[in-house]
C-alpha cells in the first residue's frame, strides 16, 4: 500500500519541523539569533485519469482528473532575518543595530562573516574584537589610558584619553548589507557567511540610506517568540501522531486483507 510511505514521509517531514523548532528555543537567548522555519513541498504525482483528456469521441474533456500524490518533502529550512527585540546592557562596548545591516569579522583564515551579535570587547593590543577574539572590521583601536568610550548612531567613535576633558575620534564602526540576506549561510557563533544567493555585500556607515544605526549599551535579542514556537511544536507533534495513525490503519488493512487470502 502506497500509504505506508505517503504516511513515512510525513513523519519525517515533522520529525526535521521539530528539530527546527527546537534549535530556536534552544537559541531563544542567543544574542542576534534569527529563527528559522521549515518549509515544505508536495512530492510527485501519478496520473491515474489525466486532467483534460478526452473523455467521449465528441470531444469532451476530462474537468478535473485523477492524481494520487506520493507525499511530502522539505524545501527549505529558511532563516527569518525580522529585528530582535533591543535590550538595555549597560556595558559600552555591547552595541545593538537598529535596522538593516551587519558587523564585518575578520576571522582567522582570512575570510569576512557577517554578524548581528555586537558584544564586543578588547583583546590585549586594544582592538575591537567579538567574544572569540576576532577582529571587527575596518580595524577600530581603542587607547589603553582611555577614561571612557562614546559610540554614537551613525557609528563614530570617540574615546576621553587621560585628563584631557574633550574626546578624540578613534574610528568609524560601517555595516554591511545584503540584497537577499536570508540567503547568508550560518557557520555557528553568531556569524554568516556570503553565498551566491546573498549577493555581495554593500558597505555603508550606519544611518546612511539602507543601513540602520546604533545604539551603544543596547544587544538585540532573539528575534523568537515562545508562544508561537511552543504552538509550532504542539501542531507538529499531532501532525506526526496523525501520519502514524495512517501507518497503522494501513497496517490493519494489509492485516485484514492476508486474513481473507488464507
Known amino acids: 500500500?502506497?500509504?505506508?510511505?505517503?504516511?513515512?514521509?510525513?513523519?519525517?517531514?515533522?520529525?526535521?519541523?521539530?528539530?527546527?523548532?527546537?534549535n530556536n528555543i534552544a537559541n531563544m537567548r542567543t544574542t542576534g539569533f534569527k529563527r528559522m522555519r521549515a518549509e515544505f513541498q508536495d512530492l510527485l504525482y501519478q496520473d491515474l485519469r489525466r486532467v483534460g483528456s478526452a473523455s467521449s469521441d465528441e470531444g469532451t474533456t476530462v474537468p478535473t482528473g485523477i492524481q494520487l500524490g506520493f507525499g511530502v518533502?522539505?524545501?527549505?529550512?529558511?532563516?527569518?532575518?525580522?529585528?530582535?527585540?533591543?535590550?538595555?546592557?549597560?556595558?559600552?562596548?555591547?552595541?545593538?543595530?537598529?535596522?538593516?545591516?551587519?558587523?564585518?569579522?575578520?576571522?582567522?583564515n582570512g575570510q569576512t562573516a557577517y554578524t548581528r551579535d555586537g558584544s564586543f570587547e578588547l583583546n590585549?593590543?586594544?582592538?575591537?574584537?567579538?567574544?572569540?577574539?576576532?577582529e571587527v572590521q575596518p580595524g577600530i583601536t581603542i587607547p589603553d589610558n582611555a577614561r571612557s568610550i562614546t559610540i554614537n548612531r551613525t557609528g563614530g567613535i570617540e574615546v576621553v584619553v587621560g585628563d584631557n576633558a574633550d574626546p578624540q575620534e578613534v574610528g568609524?564602526?560601517?555595516?554591511?548589507?545584503?540584497?537577499?540576506?536570508?540567503?547568508?549561510?550560518?557557520?555557528?557563533?553568531?556569524?554568516?557567511?556570503?553565498?551566491?544567493?546573498?549577493g555581495t555585500p554593500t558597505e555603508g556607515n550606519p544611518g546612511d540610506a539602507g543601513f540602520g544605526d546604533l545604539l551603544q549599551r543596547f544587544l538585540e535579542a532573539a528575534n523568537v517568540n515562545a508562544v508561537s514556537e511552543l504552538s509550532d511544536l504542539i501542531a507538529a507533534q499531532r501532525a506526526y501522531e496523525m501520519n502514524a495513525r495512517v501507518i497503522s490503519a494501513s497496517d490493519e488493512?494489509?492485516?485484514a486483507t492476508t486474513n481473507i487470502l488464507r
Open 1 to 22: 500500500m502506497k500509504s505506508l510511505q505517503i504516511a513515512a514521509t510525513g513523519m519525517m517531514a515533522q520529525e526535521l519541523n521539530v528539530e527546527v523548532i527546537s
Open 73 to 108: 518533502k522539505t524545501g527549505a529550512t529558511s532563516r527569518v532575518m525580522s529585528q530582535g527585540n533591543l535590550n538595555n546592557t549597560e556595558k559600552e562596548l555591547d552595541i545593538a543595530i537598529r535596522g538593516e545591516g551587519f558587523f564585518a569579522i575578520d576571522l582567522p
Open 124 to 134: 590585549e593590543q586594544g582592538q575591537l574584537v567579538t567574544l572569540d577574539g576576532y
Open 172 to 198: 568609524q564602526l560601517q555595516l554591511s548589507r545584503f540584497i537577499n540576506k536570508a540567503g547568508l549561510k550560518s557557520i555557528g557563533d553568531n556569524l554568516f557567511l556570503e553565498t551566491p544567493s546573498s
Open 253 to 255: 488493512m494489509m492485516s
